[in-house]
């Protein structure tokens, strides 16, 4: 996987840390993605990472989000660690949107950066005060700069927001793509 800082895989354990402090009845409350609860939020992470990864050849065991959160992130973060602990699954090749990647390039450039942002929506929702940290707010603005106008597709991020005059690094970042 490419050596920038910080890595898919070192991006997890602080979702996790999140996952973990989530109290058992905040899993539905209403996270800043727009109509989705914070359980609809860890669904989306899991079942992105599943899907692509499943899309070339990999296949994680299922977990269950909707008995116990707290457990399944866990369950599925470890199947996650044993797969991509296998060079020959990162260094996959494939056709991409933007030409020919890699599995490990495609989960650095695009889920890494879901980690980050849905662990301050999970957090949120539960009314945690998640912060990011600076190589995490970098890396935030500089894959933001690399999708472009593509980080306001569909089903990806809303529309940027206006920050307040006095918003700090992280509310503009994150205003950025639509918090």
């Given at each position: ?8 895989l ?25 109509g989705?609860?914070?359980r609809?939020?860890l ?10 990864l ?10 269950d ?5 707290a ?7 470890a ?9 020959a ?10 030409g ?20 301050w ?5 539960a ?12 890396f935030?603005?500089?894959r ?7 980080l ?9 927001v ?16 639509g918090?």
């Amino acid at each position: 996987m490419e050596t920038t800082s910080p890595t898919f895989l070192t991006l997890v354990q602080p979702f996790t840390g999140v996952v973990d402090r989530l109290p058992a009845d905040a899993w539905d409350a209403p996270s800043p993605c727009e109509g989705w609860t914070a359980r609809d939020v860890l669904r989306h992470v899991v079942g992105s990472q599943r899907d692509f990864l499943a899309g070339h050849g990999v296949d994680l065991p299922d977990v269950d989000l909707d008995a116990d959160p707290a457990r399944g992130w866990p369950a599925h973060a470890a199947a996650l660690q044993d797969a991509l602990a296998d060079p020959a699954v990162v260094g996959r090749e494939y056709d991409g949107w933007a030409g020919r990647t890699t599995v490990g390039a495609t989960l650095q450039g695009f889920h890494a950066l879901d980690l980050v942002v849905h662990r301050w929506d999970v957090a949120t929702a539960a009314g945690l005060d998640e912060r990011l940290n600076d190589d995490e707010l970098t890396f935030v603005e500089e894959r933001a700069d690399a999708l472009g106008e593509a980080l306001y597709s569909d089903g990806v991020c809303r529309a940027g927001v206006e920050p307040s005059a006095d918003a700090d690094r992280q509310a503009r970042v994150l205003a950025r793509l639509g918090r």
